[in-house]
Each structure stands twice: as C-alpha cells, then as structure tokens.
C-alpha cells in the first residue's frame, strides 16, 4: 500500500513537472526537478513514469530534439517551433490546413506540424555582441597565423 502511494506520487510529481513548463523538457531535466523533492528517485523510474504516462495518454512526445526525446504536457496534437541552435521547443499559435493529401489507401490518423529554425534568443544572440565577437576571433585567429 505505502509502495503504492509512492509510486503514484513519483508520478504525479513528474507530470507536474512537465505540465507546469513550456519549455517541453527531456525526461532527464524532469529528473532533476524532482529529485529534490522525491530524493530516492532514479532517472529510470522518471522514464518509466513517462512511458506509462505516454501509453495512457497524459503525456506526448515531441520528439528528439539534440538527442534527447522531449515532452509535452499538453497532449492535443499543436504545431511547434523547433530551435536548431539551442534545441527549444515553442508552442506555436497556427492553424495547420486542414485539407489532406491524396493518400490512396492509407488513412490517416495523426499529423504534426513542426518549424525548424533559429529562436529570437539565438538570432539575437548571433546579430548582437556573439556575431561581433566571432568576426573578431577570426581575425585574431588570421593575424596570429600570418
Ligand atoms: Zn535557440
Ligand atoms: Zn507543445
């Protein structure tokens, strides 16, 4: 009975973890909010708990982004926003077209819409001081060759 508790606990933990960000998280950053919390807690027992959560549809996946399956508390199917640069995931306010391709003989029963690019954080990043200060470590690296 006590394990019992615990366990959903452990679960109810990792789903709110995942819930109560945006930021669609791998199962590792998971781990580490809780682990505060629920000392005794191993990354496997997070992606078991993730899993299970999956299979009964409370969770979704986004998919590996930099390696690393990420997660989605919110489970209706919306599209997203992709950083290629630092791998953050942006839900993304656009109403996919709903008309289907011609598929003969296949049905389709799920879709998802994903962008791929490069976030304000990091287009920002490499407009302002980082572009300025790579511009200048190719020079440094130039002048201290010749
Ligand atoms: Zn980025
Ligand atoms: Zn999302």
């Known amino acids: 009975m006590a394990k019992t508790r615990n366990h959903s606990k452990k679960r109810e933990a990792i789903l709110e973890a995942i ?3 945006e930021t669609h998280p791998s199962a590792r950053w998971v781990y580490e909010q809780v ?3 629920l000392p005794d807690i191993s990354l496997g027992t997070v992606y078991r708990n993730i899993k299970v959560c999956r299979e009964e549809g ?3 996946s986004v998919g590996v982004v930099n390696n690393e399956e990420r997660f989605d508390g919110v489970v209706e199917p919306h599209p997203h926003a992709i950083c290629t640069k630092c791998g ?3 839900d993304v306010k656009y109403t996919p077209p709903t008309s289907q391709p011609s ?3 296949f049905a389709v029963d799920n879709r ?3 962008f791929y690019g490069v976030c304000a954080k990091c287009s920002g990043q490499e407009k302002g ?3 300025k200060f790579k ?3 190719r020079l440094a690296k130039r002048f201290g060759n010749s």
């Open 58 to 60: 409370l969770l979704a």
């Open 135 to 137: 511009r200048f470590g």
């Open 88 to 90: 953050s995931i942006i």
């Open 35 to 37: 682990k505060p919390k």
């Open 112 to 114: 998802r819409t994903v």
């Open 129 to 131: 001081w980082l572009k």
């Open 19 to 21: 819930r109560l960000t």
């Open 103 to 105: 598929l003969s003989g």
